[in-house]
């Protein structure tokens, strides 16, 4: 892996789900109350307006918290940021990111082996449970944690999708690395008392693993 032990609770950034509050002020809630990486995964910005973006939220969260850039080359490079590739994104390849992580979005074998192919250092693996992000879709399930993991072991695996407090345990128990969210806690009314329960839960995860 290029970096340091990854932390275990992943934020995604839409600020559209923040229920009209300003999106940085919600992460730096949510960075306080235990989120250790933050995504931030807004499509529809220029590379100038994501960059002003990740600067104001640099600022506002902790020291310690560890920032990726959804899709932007350019920004993460300029900003010596991690780098976060959807599953449909071409090969980095080669890219040069000064030692900075880099993942992949998968949902099944197939596109891990493009995540593997391009030596990804983590992946974020779903929809494994039904989330309001993507209506309609029944979720895949604990098994592919369980199956996906295996293959890739030790490899950094977060699980997405419908992540809630009650079922973090059976998804660290069996083999993700951590969990990423996005609306639990973009939209919760407290975020940081929510970080503060998913890293609370992930760690009795751990200790009973």
Known sequence: MRTRQLPRLMLVTDR?????????KVVACAARGGVGLVQIREPD?????????????????PARTQLLVNSSVRV?????????????????GETDLGGEPYGRS???????????????????????????????HPGAGVQLVQRICRQV??????????????RIPELIHAGAHGVAV????LSANDPTRIAQAMSLAIEVALQAS
């Open 16 to 24: 559209d789900g923040t229920r009209g509050r300003d999106l940085v």
């Open 45 to 61: 910005l220029s590379d100038d307006a994501l960059r002003e973006l990740v600067l104001r939220i640099r600022e506002a969260v």
């Open 76 to 92: 993460a490079r300029t900003l010596r940021l991690g780098l976060h590739l959807p599953a449909v994104a071409p090969l980095l």
């Open 106 to 136: 998968v949902h099944d074998e197939n596109e891990l082996r493009t995540a593997l192919e391009d030596r990804a250092d983590y992946l974020v693996l779903g929809t494994i449970f039904p989330t309001q992000c993507k209506p309609g």
């Open 153 to 166: 072991h030790p490899l950094p695996v977060f699980a997405i999708g419908g992540v809630e407090i009650g």
């Open 182 to 185: 996005s609306s639990g806690l």
